[in-house]
């Protein structure tokens, strides 16, 4: 009975996530829709970053935008990317000792 109730979730699981595979890639869009959907994985990742930017120390929010305007200046530059994290980490320590 377990057995049958994982297979099936596995199924719910993922079926939605196969069948737009299938669809997205016989579909043709239009350059701007191309374009906002590209720009969807960047937007996603602005909006799980910044309210920890904002909540890295209770309190005390510039802490945590100093880093994260390192972490955009190293990246700007074309840093790699474990460079640009360490860099935002140590301006954190760094301002909190």
Known sequence: MVLFIIIGMALVTIIPRIIPVFIVNKLMFKEWINNWLRA????????????????????????????GIVAVILAYVGLNVVIVVVGAIATVFLLTM
């Open 40 to 67: 969807i994985p960047y937007a996603a990742l602005g909006a799980l970053i910044f309210p920890g930017i904002l909540s890295v120390i209770d309190g005390k929010p510039h802490i945590g935008i100093l880093g």
